[in-house]
């Protein structure tokens, strides 16, 4: 049972250009999340998605930012226009279906890193 | 005020010895606990849940303290292995969102 797989695993980009993180959940898990890492800082809450519908975006920035996650294929976080301060690690976690909350576990992927020359 | 908050260390410890973490939150609804582990610029694993009455998982235990809102962790017998950085995590209750602190980081010597 492959866990949450996550690519690329490295992306550089230039500033002023998209980004696109790929992210596709655990066999059986319907919902995905999105977390950003700074370097030396703690994991961020960016979005909580399930299949074609956005739960909870309220740590995502209010522009340049989106996520979907569609019926078919992997759930998509995109940065438009990217600058220098997106450089970060980029996480994605999914959790089965069912009432989030007590003991709906997240699993993790390996990450993206996305560094903005 | 972080929601979560931990020391973010780091603690060095020779082999063979026993130590705690502390991790205060703020939200008196949070109801999920949990203990998470990263290594360098790898992916958080989950360590442990904690349960209200503390559990344990070999030589690591976890305590959930409500009155002071703070959770904690107490490895024994430190291992080589167990260098990393620890994440404390709060989740409210009937909710998915997860807040995870810095992290506390952990060295142990040889």
């Known amino acids: 049972n492959a866990g949450v797989m996550q690519n690329p695993r490295h992306l550089v980009r230039r500033r002023g250009q998209e980004a696109r993180l790929r992210c596709s959940p655990m066999?059986?898990?319907?919902?995905v999340y999105w977390y950003r890492q700074l370097p030396e800082e703690g994991l961020k809450f960016m979005v909580y998605?399930?299949?074609?519908?956005?739960?909870?975006e309220s740590g995502m920035p209010k522009e340049r930012f989106s996520a979907e996650f569609p019926k078919e294929g992997p759930s998509i976080l995109r940065i438009q226009q990217v600058v220098r301060g997106d450089s970060a690690a980029y996480f994605c976690?999914?959790?089965?279906?069912?009432?989030?909350?007590?003991?709906?576990?997240?699993?993790f992927g390996a990450g993206t890193r996305l560094s903005v020359l | 005020r972080k929601e979560v908050e931990q020391d973010p260390g780091p603690f060095n410890v020779p082999e063979g010895a026993t130590v705690a973490f502390n991790c205060t939150y703020s939200?008196?609804?949070?109801?999920?606990f949990f203990w998470y582990r990263q290594d360098c610029r790898k992916e958080p694993k989950l360590l442990m849940s904690v349960y209200s009455s503390g559990n344990e998982d070999g030589r690591f235990t976890a305590q959930l303290n409500r009155a002071s809102q703070y959770i904690s962790l107490l490895i024994r017998d430190s291992k080589l292995s167990d260098s990393a950085t620890y994440l404390c995590?709060?989740?409210?209750?009937?909710?998915?969102?997860?807040?995870f602190g810095t992290g506390t980081r952990l060295k142990v010597l040889a």
């Open positions: 976690a999914s959790s089965p279906p069912g009432l989030a909350g007590v003991g709906n576990i997240q699993y």
């Open positions: 995590v709060a989740g409210a209750s009937g909710t998915y969102k997860y807040i």
């Open positions: 998605l399930q299949k074609e519908n956005i739960i909870d």
């Open positions: 939200n008196s609804a949070s109801q999920s």
């Open positions: 066999k059986g898990h319907s919902h």
